[in-house]
């Protein structure tokens, strides 16, 4: 979608926004059309995407290097989901590898979902 015109895909309503974090430290900050990924102690900042597509939701990152040209591509079938309670709404981000296969082919991939989690006081809101 960040890269291919020819891919067919719906963009989603961008919510995502704010710091998603990890129980082990991985972590994901969204701010407008941009993200900075820390995954294992690797770093990997750029743009991102969320879109549907045969009704599935996907997020695509792209990110770049020092110089603004592209280095790494993720791609992850994504879900969110909000809980909210008198104080506060959880909201859970799950994220599970996926690959393309075609123009209009997205398959999960081998690897474990990543759940990533960000939790906001209705104080701070």
Not at 21 to 37: A, K, P
Not at 56 to 79: D, T, V, W
Not at 110 to 123: S, V, W
């Amino acid at each position: 979608v960040l890269q291919d015109s020819g891919r067919t895909g719906v963009l989603s309503n961008n919510n995502l926004t704010g710091l998603f974090q990890s129980e082990d430290g991985n972590s994901i900050l969204f701010n407008e059309s941009r993200f900075t990924m820390n995954i294992d102690n690797f770093e990997h900042s750029g743009s991102f995407a969320l879109f549907n597509l045969n009704n599935n939701q996907y997020l695509e990152l792209q990110s770049f290097n020092s110089l603004g040209l592209p280095k790494s591509r993720f791609l992850f079938n994504a879900r969110l989901e909000n809980t909210e309670t008198d104080d506060r709404i959880i909201r859970r981000l799950y994220l599970k590898p996926a690959i393309f296969h075609s123009t209009n082919a997205i398959d999960d991939s081998n690897g474990d979902t990543l759940r990533l989690e960000q939790i906001i006081e209705k104080a701070d809101r």
